[in-house]
């Protein structure tokens, strides 16, 4: 149940909607970044919201109506992921742009079947986000159910699309750390031997490895 204050806040905040205009409502906990978000979506063209948790979100889009929502994995409380699943059941082509500061193998597994636009780690390049809102707002322009495209993914080629993404945060975890297995494989959540097959099918595949 939304305070007054929050109430009046969100009535200031969530502008009336243009025509061919994309609703964003970004979700995220740390004040600073949560700014530089509204005032990057701003600047691009959109009408953004901010809300600090995903208990929050839930309530705004139920008087607004989102079209995009941008989302801290690690939200306090209810996480980014369950966030969009709450969000996607008031709305099922809500597009769903998700930010992490660790990327682990289970969470980008689920923004694969929630058929998010993008899954980016922080702190994320400005084009790559600015990106990932085009994509979102042509994905609005031009819907086509999120479940149903979830889940031609996983019918159509339920391995290569997964096996990339995976391969993508585990190097990219490897060069946070600065080539330690032991780190990587801790910040991952799997074992070292895990990690050291996965880094030797890389290496056959032919992907340098950090």
Request: aromatic share 4%; glycine share 6%; net charge positive.
């Amino acid at each position: 149940m939304s305070t007054p204050r929050q109430a009046k806040a969100s009535a200031t905040v969530a502008r009336p909607k243009q025509v061919g205009e994309a609703r964003v409502l970004v979700v995220e906990d740390e004040a600073s970044l949560r700014e530089l978000l509204i005032r990057a979506a701003t600047e691009w063209g959109f009408s953004a919201t901010p809300a600090s948790s995903g208990e929050l979100a839930a309530r705004l889009h139920e008087v607004h109506c989102f079209d995009i929502a941008i989302l801290d994995l690690s939200l306090p409380g209810m996480n980014g992921i369950d966030t969009l699943v709450r969000l996607r059941r008031h709305s099922p082509n809500i597009q769903g742009i998700i930010l992490t500061g660790s990327a682990t193998v289970p969470a980008a597994k689920a923004a694969i079947h929630l058929g998010v636009v993008e899954f980016l780690t922080k702190p994320c390049n400005r084009g790559e986000l600015e990106q990932a809102l085009e994509r979102a707002r042509r994905r609005v322009a031009d819907p086509m159910p999120v479940v149903r495209a979830a889940s031609a993914v996983e019918t159509a080629a339920p391995q290569a699309p997964w096996e990339a993404v995976e391969r993508q945060h585990i190097l990219a975890a490897v060069d946070r750390n600065g080539g330690d297995r032991g780190l990587t494989a801790r910040e991952l959540g799997i074992s070292r031997k895990t990690l050291y097959n996965k880094l030797k099918d890389y290496l056959r595949q032919g992907f340098p490895i950090p």
